[in-house]
């Protein structure tokens, strides 16, 4: 929701692409990820499985966090 909501602040529906290469690279996807409750993931990844015939789980989501996350950050948080 606050990524919609930020997305409709900075668009033109009328436009002739609404959603521009250089609008979503400005998204920080890791950080909008971080933000969603476990709850949240864990109702979509159901939502998910039973919609596309998917076999995906929280350890999953999980390992891609820890891949999104830069090296950085994650010595920082080992350390920290």
Known sequence: KTTEAFLKSITFSDA???FTKDLLMRLDLLNLAKLISRIEI???IIFLNDKYSL????????????????EKEKQLTIFG
């Open 16 to 18: 002739k692409r609404v």
């Open 42 to 44: 864990e109702e979509q």
């Open 55 to 70: 076999n995906i789980n929280l350890s999953q989501w999980e390992s891609f966090i820890n891949e999104m996350t830069p």
